[in-house]
């Protein structure tokens, strides 16, 4: 694939591909609703839940101490974005164009560092348990608020826009050489737009953000 125009829009892949697979996983949702309408209460509530983002505190207000099942499943589904050869392990150079994506430019040493500091069995790659034990702190730490609103910029039109459109979405994927068809962007905005502005304000990307697993 070609390589993104500029850094700037690299740094839009990671989260553009996290926002797509919360669209992947809603229209799934939605499909198995359709095909089994007389189905368990339990598909009823799962559709009729509110979309809530990741939250680090759990429901006695007390911080989360451990990752959520959907927390983990959203590192894997993210963690086999960059698991290029399938092998169930990220080695140097994938987790180079990881961080790249997330706008992070390392050297080699930097990245050994980091899969040394969780690689448990002395493989020199990351697996995905490390991978968790690399990311839990993330998650569950500080609040990511500001840095998401700072990827909000990467998406709308310009600095003063109050939402991001289906054209930005349609522009940044072009950019990225991301091969989203018109509809799948229009699904992610339709998803992320609480309340039917047309278009994802910065609290409804923060909350899209969140849900995705993939912020410090």
């Known amino acids: 694939a070609a390589a993104p125009s500029s850094p700037c829009a690299a740094r839009g892949v990671a989260p553009l591909r996290a926002w797509a697979r919360l669209r992947t996983r809603a229209r799934d949702r939605r499909r198995r609703a ?30 989360q101490k451990e990752l959520s099942e959907e927390q983990k499943q959203d590192l894997k589904e993210f963690f086999d974005d960059y698991d290029a050869d399938g092998s169930g392990a990220i080695d140097d150079k994938e987790l180079k164009v990881m961080m790249k994506d997330m706008g992070l430019v390392l050297t080699r040493e930097e990245l050994m560092a980091m899969i040394l500091e969780v690689d448990e069995d002395g493989s020199g790659e990351m697996e995905f348990c490390e991978f968790i034990q690399m990311m839990r702190p993330k998650v569950l730490g500080k609040d990511p608020r500001e840095e998401i609103l700072k990827a909000f ?49 910065r609290e409804d990307f923060v909350a899209v953000m969140r849900r995705t697993g993939i912020w410090s």
């Open 153 to 201: 910029s990467l998406f709308a039109a310009d600095e003063e826009a109050e939402k991001i459109t289906f054209e930005d979405l349609r522009r940044v994927a072009d950019e990225l050489h991301e091969p989203f068809t018109d509809q799948e962007l229009q699904e992610m905005v339709d998803e992320a737009d609480a309340v039917g502005l047309g278009g994802v304000t």
């Open 34 to 63: 359709a095909a089994n309408p007389g189905g368990p209460m339990a598909d009823a509530a799962l559709m009729l839940a509110p979309k809530l983002p990741m939250h680090r505190f759990n429901t006695t207000g007390l911080k």
